[in-house]
């Protein structure tokens, strides 16, 4: 009898909303001024690391989370840089992704650019596009994963 082969494929959960920041800020300082722009009520969890070569410590990359109880959608702030590398590659411009949970109306990702943009330290804030981004995907389901062991999120139902 042959041999059966089953793969798991994780698809795209094309339930959020991508946003990248390039600025120069700590985390904490970004967090603050989008908090007074925003007023998402951001908290720190957890780092989140990647692995590294081997022999070398793992990187780790600023992780906030903020619930929005206006638009009852959850999300995180998560940083991109490190200086022995990013944590995505392929946008090697961003400094920090917003992620919201759930996707967002088009009209309130305008309304949200544009007070990113407002804090003077800002340099560019537009929205990405998951499905057009090379290892998106991975990424997303580490951060869900991180969130998850973390006990922050629940959970899709």
């Given amino acids: 009898m042959a041999k059966r082969k089953q793969i798991l494929k994780a698809g795209l959960d094309t339930d959020i909303s991508l946003i990248g920041i390039s600025c120069h800020l700590k985390s904490y300082h970004l967090s603050f001024a989008m908090d ?7 908290w720190r969890i957890d780092d989140f690391e990647v692995p590294a070569h081997v022999d070398e410590a793992a990187l780790c990359y600023p ?3 903020y619930e929005d109880t206006e638009f009852q959608n959850q999300g995180c702030l998560g940083g991109n840089h490190h200086p022995q590398g990013k ?3 392929s946008l090697r411009q961003v400094d920090f992704f917003l992620m919201g949970r759930d996707p967002i109306e ?3 990702i305008s309304t949200i650019l544009q007070k990113i943009r407002s804090i003077p330290q800002v340099l560019a804030a537009y ?5 057009k981004t090379k ?3 991975l990424l997303l ?3 869900e994963l991180h969130l998850l062991v973390a006990g922050k999120v629940h959970p899709k139902e």
Avoid at 127 to 131: C, Q
């Fill in 106 to 108: 088009q009209v309130i």
């Fill in 63 to 65: 992780f906030l989370i």
């Fill in 127 to 131: 929205e990405i596009d998951p499905s």
């Fill in 141 to 143: 389901e580490e951060m």
């Fill in 135 to 137: 290892d998106v995907n």
């Fill in 36 to 42: 007074n722009a925003l007023g998402f009520g951001f």
């Fill in 87 to 89: 944590l995505l590659p």
